[in-house]
């Protein structure tokens, strides 16, 4: 009984212990009072469903206590631009500083640049283009073959595979044409040193071009524009009737590509080795140098532009040395027809390796100043027969 007795007292107790409590809270200070007070104290008999009894006056106080932070919100953006915008300024300052200012090169020996001028000439190729440079094919005594004309028999068209050491003016010799025009044009060759070994080309039995008839496109016509008779275009293409068609293939006997073309297609045109935004900071020749205040000769042309820029072949031709040199950095020396060699200077990052058959535009590294250099920038040398060549007159 004494045991049934304690239980049902201490069960009494609680029941009244948990009124007495509520009773409590409500003549208390309601609990956001506290808030203000800036203290806030559970009570001691806090129990889940107290929790949610009260959860109207536990809401208001995380609410005041959100909205009493919202002035200092400020702070953490405040922080982080703080840190950001300081590195942003730097990066722009620097960025535009390789486009205002001049660049310079330190030269520690005086013997450096020689000594590489002169490790280039070993690069040096043997010119066996077999044609001059307006595209007129040469013999084996470097005469030009003169062809001989005669418009009375039909054209006729062979294949010919290339074979190692092919050139176009080779094979124009070997079948005795005249202009590499004739190959090129008839193939649609867009440069004559990416010919490769296997090749398919078609070889007409003279000189001349293939047209694509238009619309509204007639013997006469066409006579009138590449001046040839009516009569050899008939002759010349084995037609029985002056009437053609459109997308009807007429071979122009003696027609040659404008110049524009066949100096891109013989890959005689250098073109710029960044094709990005830069700025010409120093130019090929004689220049006070910055350092020193002696005056030097400058062997190339200084590009600025930001680090990491691409730079591209400034015209086909092969690999023939990467490496790094303590006044040029990294750099990359390549080869090209005709005894031209090209040297690609203060590299971030060399890409290309020894060896590489590099197109025309083929990205080869990347801009930086390594080696002596006061700023990004790539410095361009061009040289034909081991000697030095200004680059921009011959970049396009």
Not at 140 to 166: C, I, L
Not at 183 to 203: E, P, S, T, W, Y
Not at 274 to 303: C, E, Q, Y
Not at 308 to 331: P, R, S
């Amino acid at each position: 009984m004494e045991i049934i007795n304690y239980t049902e007292k201490n069960t009494y107790h609680s029941s009244i212990g948990l009124k007495k409590f509520f009773i409590g809270i409500k003549r208390r200070r309601p609990l956001y009072k506290s808030y203000e007070a800036s203290t806030f104290t559970l009570p001691r008999s806090f129990t889940v469903k107290s929790f949610f009894l009260n959860a109207k006056s536990y809401f208001q106080f995380c609410t005041r206590k959100v909205l009493s932070l919202l002035p200092f919100a400020w702070i953490i953006p405040a922080a982080v631009a703080s840190v950001y915008i300081p590195v942003k300024v730097v990066d722009t300052i620097s960025y535009r500083e390789s486009f205002a200012t001049g660049i310079s090169l330190i030269n520690d020996d005086s013997n450096t640049f020689t000594v590489l001028d002169n490790a280039l000439t070993v690069f040096a190729m043997n010119n066996d283009a077999h044609f001059d440079v307006w595209g007129n094919v040469l013999d084996e005594d470097g005469n030009a073959v003169v062809p001989v004309v005669s418009y009375m028999q039909p054209v006729s068209f062979q294949n010919y595979t290339v074979r190692s050491n092919d050139t176009v003016g080779g094979i124009c010799y070997k079948f005795g044409l005249s202009k590499i025009d004739t190959i090129i044009g008839v193939n649609n060759i867009a440069n004559v040193r990416d010919l490769r070994v296997g090749q398919k080309l078609r070889i007409p039995s003279r000189d001349g071009l293939l047209h694509s008839v238009t619309s509204g496109e007639t013997l006469e016509k066409l006579s009138t524009k590449y001046s040839v008779s009516v009569a050899d275009l008939l002759d010349v293409n084995d037609l029985s009737s002056a009437t053609l068609s459109i997308g009807q293939q007429i071979f122009i006997p003696g027609a040659r590509l404008d110049s524009d073309t066949l100096e891109r297609a013989m890959g005689e045109v250098f073109r710029y080795p960044i094709t990005a935004s830069w700025r010409l900071t120093s130019k090929f020749g004689s220049r006070i140098d910055p350092i020193s205040g002696v005056r030097k000769n400058h062997t190339g042309i200084d590009m600025a532009c930001p680090t990491g820029t691409a730079i591209k072949a400034a015209m086909t031709g092969t690999v023939a040395f990467t490496g790094y040199n303590n006044t040029y950095g990294y750099y990359v020396i390549i080869n090209h027809h005709d005894n031209y060699q090209t040297l690609y200077a203060h590299m971030s990052k060399i890409i290309a390796k020894k060896g590489d058959r590099v197109s025309q535009g083929d990205k080869i590294g990347l801009v930086g100043s390594t080696g002596y250099s006061t700023g990004p920038h790539l410095h361009f040398t061009v040289y034909k027969n081991g000697n030095l060549v200004d680059p921009q007159t011959l970049l396009k």
